[in-house]
DNA sequence: AAAAAAAGAATGAACATTCATTTTTATCGT
DNA sequence: ACGATAAAAATGAATGTTCATTCTTTTTTT
């Protein structure tokens, strides 16, 4: 095996067990050294990837982020009509959150929590930027509601993340038709 | 001052440095020191009151989580018809998640995080019971959509502490317009 | 054999909780 | 109504643990 490869295994494995271990206790209550013992490494190796207990959740973040949003935008055309345009990348990350769970988790913690720091933050809204673009040709066209990019995405998009949660903590059972009931609540309330 | 009256002074001083702190540092990183001198407690007088720092937070989880239902339900009556049920029961979270901004962004925190324990978790969640009831009293009525109560939930209520979030954050200002628009987008998503 | 990577043990700080005293409140006999 | 005293409440300091990070040594790679 090749050392290049080898590094990146363990800074996969590392982030890995940190998306675990942050999952089911939060960032303050996982110590660097389960993460270690997750990843198979001593605390000490975590240093040689990273600076410290905040960057790596920092890097992890973004990591996730990134790829959370190249799944989401992966089949997504900016010729494509709004409403089909929306219907695929809403379709998407659905589907990434119900295939990809515990990344999906781990931004929502992120998200909601005083965990990463602002500029990782403000880093994760960038992504985003494809579906903000396509609302703005949906509100010219009269096909969107005119209102606020954040309402849109409480309604079209956060409502996921909850069902999602609801999934996980085993109340409920996210079903293709829950997805598609839940698909077509969205578009209601953003449609004109 | 009466006895009674100056320990519940101090048990509700605890309470709202709890909320205060952990709204801005998260469970793990307020450290029980920090509650007290905001308190203006000893450490110490923390444990005459809880019985160590995770009864504390769950016993204000509850606490909060109660003053937030008693305040959405207050004006509704099961007499109403749905949709005015409904709008009452909406704008009153809607108004409790604007003025109440730290106790709303408190439970969101609780609701999204591992940091509450799963008996205080159960707990707060059958405070809703009137607003499922309600949406039940809807599907019979064929005014609301037959699905799942959390894709209602989702869909309904959920997309107001995204809002809220957003306001915290500084990313955008929630007037009543936005609330207006909101209760429309969380109607049309529900209603039949 | 030199350089790089990794390891385990060591360090020092932070923290939750408890302990030994002090302060406040309540009770009682006068 | 008053002071003495017992009980309760509150405190600051002490304790023991946990943890992030660093240091020194060992192992692996070049």
Chains 1, 2 share one sequence.
Not at 31 to 54: D, G, W
Not at 81 to 89: D, L, N, S
Not at 93 to 115: G, R, S, V, Y
């Amino acid at each position: 095996m090749a050392k290049l490869q080898k590094s990146i295994d363990k800074k996969n494995a590392l982030v890995k067990a940190t998306i675990e271990l942050v999952n089911n206790h939060g960032f303050h209550a996982t110590p660097m050294s389960k993460i270690a013992k997750m990843a198979n490494v001593s605390p000490a190796t975590i240093y040689l990837y990273f600076e410290n207990k905040q960057d790596l959740v920092n890097k992890t973040y973004i990591e996730v982020k990134t790829k959370f949003t190249q799944y989401a935008f992966n089949t997504y055309k900016e010729s494509m009509p709004v409403k089909e345009g929306f219907e695929i990348i809403w379709k998407r990350i659905a589907h990434f959150k119900l295939i990809e769970c515990e990344h999906a988790m781990f931004l929502a913690q992120c998200d909601n929590t005083p965990m990463i720091d602002e500029p990782s933050r403000q880093e994760g809204i960038k992504h985003l930027q494809p579906l903000l673009d396509l609302w703005q040709r949906g509100k010219d066209e009269g096909i969107i509601k005119p209102i606020s990019d954040y309402i849109l995405y409480a309604y079209a998009i956060n409502p996921l993340s909850y069902l999602m949660m609801m999934q996980k903590n085993g109340n409920f059972l996210l079903t293709e038709t829950h997805i598609e009931e839940a698909y077509i609540a969205a578009w209601n309330s953003i449609k004109i």
